[in-house]
């Protein structure tokens, strides 16, 4: 009887390691797979912060949701876990976590952390408590649970079959786009007047500058509930902390109500801007957002869209 007990015990026991480890699995993979689409945010953080460059970002956040998948999918299947995704789950966890302390300390426990990217909103401080539990789970696997017990072979083929394919699936689904910077900004456009006359008069919440049609300028016609705008605001507030003398304007669509939750997620309330609406905005940015427009005494030299973007272009472009 007793051992017929402890045998139920022990199997409970594994059945709810082995869940628990699976479940762990799949909150990687969440993460990893939900910041590919789509993974602009998740680039420009690299940037934000510092790391790396804009050509470098998009290589490396694609490395690091292959690691996260490649993690997540030891952890679902239950094996090498003592030996790599214990280590690699917990590092990668740690950093994740300095990463998110220095964030709150700095910028506060604003925003959207990006953990899931766009789709489910997280703060700082949540995706710390997140972090935490995992870190936890973890602890727990480590000192009860050794995972699937596959021979050494078994264990070598499948691993390098889901280290091949984390690796490479960022790549092929989501591929790094080589193709903008300066050979977009060096093409051919054919000009055309941009008639600011609409803006000066239709334009609330602040009051246009008059240079707005004198000289060089970048304006941005952005949807306050576009979440394409919000990628391309980051990446113009990265910009423009990099480079403030890049003479960014923002011309809004939108609530009154839905600004508030713009900036929260943005942070570029620091830039100029107003807001337009109805047939003024459409008549001046047409239907499809974001739009940016590089002007030079309100005629219109390129339309950009945010992944054509390019910090060091515009520099070159300002200096012509």
């Known amino acids: 009887m007793k051992s017929a007990f402890f045998l139920l015990f022990f199997m409970i026991k594994k059945i709810l390691f082995f869940i628990l480890c699976?479940?762990?699995?799949?909150?990687?993979?969440?993460?990893?797979?939900?910041?590919?689409?789509?993974?602009?945010?998740?680039?420009?953080?690299?940037?934000?912060?510092?790391?790396?460059?804009?050509?470098?970002?998009?290589?490396?956040?694609?490395?690091?949701?292959?690691?996260?998948?490649?993690?997540?999918?030891?952890?679902?299947?239950?094996?090498?876990?003592?030996?790599i995704a214990f280590k690699f789950g917990i590092l990668t966890l740690l950093l994740f976590c300095i990463y998110l302390i220095a964030l709150i300390a700095f910028s506060g426990n604003k925003g959207n952390c990006g953990c899931f990217g766009s789709y489910i909103q997280m703060t700082p401080f949540q995706a710390l408590i997140k972090n935490a539990i995992m870190i936890i789970a973890f602890i727990l696997l480590q000192k009860f649970y050794a995972g699937w017990l596959l021979n050494k072979k078994l264990n070598k083929l499948f691993g390098l079959i889901i280290f091949l394919s984390a690796f490479v699936l960022p790549f092929i689904l989501n591929p790094v786009e080589l193709d903008y910077s300066a050979s977009y900004l060096n093409k051919s456009e054919n000009n055309f007047k941009l008639e600011l006359d609409s803006l000066y008069k239709n334009a609330t919440l602040n009051k246009p500058p008059d240079t707005l049609s004198q000289n060089k300028q970048v304006i941005v016609f952005l949807s306050l509930t576009c979440e394409y705008c919000r990628i391309a605001a980051n990446k113009i507030r990265i910009i423009h902390e990099r480079n403030p003398k890049i003479p960014f304007y923002f011309v809004l669509n939108g609530d009154n109500v839905d600004l508030k939750p713009f900036f929260d997620n943005t942070q570029t309330q620091d830039i100029s801007h107003c807001i337009l609406l109805g047939k003024s905005f459409v008549y001046l940015a047409g239907t499809s957002m974001p739009v940016i427009y590089l002007v030079n005494n309100s005629i219109v030299e390129n339309n950009l869209n945010y992944i054509d973007l390019d910090q060091a272009e515009i520099e070159k472009w300002l200096m012509k």
Do not use: C, H, M
């Open 22 to 83: 699976s479940v762990l699995g799949l909150v990687f993979i969440l993460s990893g797979i939900s910041k590919l689409y789509p993974i602009e945010p998740f680039e420009y953080t690299f940037v934000d912060i510092g790391i790396f460059n804009w050509q470098l970002a998009p290589f490396f956040s694609r490395l690091l949701i292959g690691l996260e998948l490649f993690i997540g999918s030891l952890l679902f299947f239950n094996i090498l876990y003592k030996k």
